[in-house]
């Protein structure tokens, strides 16, 4: 799936990938090597990109979803991920499929892979080559808590993984090419639908890092940095959580 990723924020790489025009001062200022998604009382917001007022706009919300019917309160199950097969008919991302989609801007995602004799997974960074800005296709929810505030989220749309990076894990997150921005954000549900597909390796790349990344704790360059061997992790501890 994607429970993973990172963001390095740059107002000039933003405007130019994403056309924004309203909201780019919400930029955050540092760079998010290791985001995941809230839990408890860790609040995590990430960036995305929707449509207001036929307008652009950069936004901050909080990660997982939080269903509009759910009164602000996060539910019993992940709403991390939607998956694409069934998020139409999913009460938790139907309306949000229809009406509320949204790019979710990155710089790359991790993803967990499963060794033979491994006590450990080992992780790997998977990003576009040339190192660029680009999107998840997302989804965007309002939900108004009892006291009346309103609270909004999204969910990263996962998709199966094409058959080179199978090997790491059998999903990932969608991808939407920069030609498929405005039908993903405003475009009907046959037009968004027609950018559902695996991202093709020859775009990306993937490489093994140390499993220091598995500590959501840890947010810094060593998170991204290639490992040279994926039978060392420099960096690891015993203190590190599985993802």
């Given at each position: 799936?994607c429970?993973?990723y990172?963001v ?5 790489a933003?405007l130019?990938?994403?056309d924004i025009?309203v909201?780019l001062?919400?930029?955050?200022e540092?760079?998010?090597y290791?985001?995941?998604?809230s839990?408890?009382?860790r609040?995590t ?5 929707r449509?207001?007022?036929?307008l652009?706009?950069l936004?901050l919300v909080?990660?997982?979803l939080i269903p509009?019917?759910a ?14 097969e069934t998020m ?8 949000a ?5 949204c790019?979710i801007?990155?710089?790359g995602?991790?993803?967990?892979q ?6 450990h997974?080992?992780p ?7 190192q660029?800005?680009?999107a998840?296709g997302?989804?965007w929810e309002?939900?108004?808590t ?8 999204c ?6 993984a ?5 090997f790491?894990h059998?999903?990932?997150p969608l991808?939407?090419?920069t ?7 405003s475009g ?8 559902i597909q ?7 790349e993937?490489?093994?890092?140390s ?6 704790g840890h947010?810094?360059p060593?998170c ?12 690891e501890?015993?203190t590190?959580?599985?993802s």
């Amino acid at each position: 799936m994607c429970g993973r990723y990172n963001v390095i924020p740059n107002a000039e790489a933003f405007l130019d990938a994403f056309d924004i025009s309203v909201g780019l001062d919400r930029l955050p200022e540092t760079p998010a090597y290791n985001i995941s998604p809230s839990m408890g009382k860790r609040i995590t917001r990430v960036p995305i990109v929707r449509m207001r007022m036929e307008l652009r706009e950069l936004a901050l919300v909080r990660w997982p979803l939080i269903p509009s019917w759910a009164k602000g309160q996060a539910v019993s199950y992940s709403t991390a991920n939607a998956k694409c097969e069934t998020m139409d008919r999913k009460p938790t991302y139907r309306r949000a499929w229809r009406c509320q989609r949204c790019l979710i801007p990155t710089n790359g995602y991790y993803e967990w892979q499963i060794l033979p004799q491994r006590k450990h997974k080992q992780p790997h960074h998977i990003r576009m080559k040339g190192q660029g800005t680009f999107a998840f296709g997302g989804l965007w929810e309002t939900s108004t808590t009892a006291q009346g505030e309103a609270l909004e989220s999204c969910a990263i749309v996962t998709t199966a993984a094409n058959t080179e990076l199978k090997f790491i894990h059998l999903r990932m997150p969608l991808i939407i090419p920069t030609e498929g921005y405005r039908d993903w954000l405003s475009g009907t549900t046959d037009e968004a639908a027609r950018w559902i597909q695996p991202c093709p390796l020859a775009l990306l790349e993937a490489y093994p890092v140390s499993t220091y990344v598995n500590n959501p704790g840890h947010d810094d360059p060593r998170c991204i940095a290639r490992l040279e061997s994926a039978h060392s992790a420099p960096g690891e501890t015993s203190t590190d959580k599985e993802s």
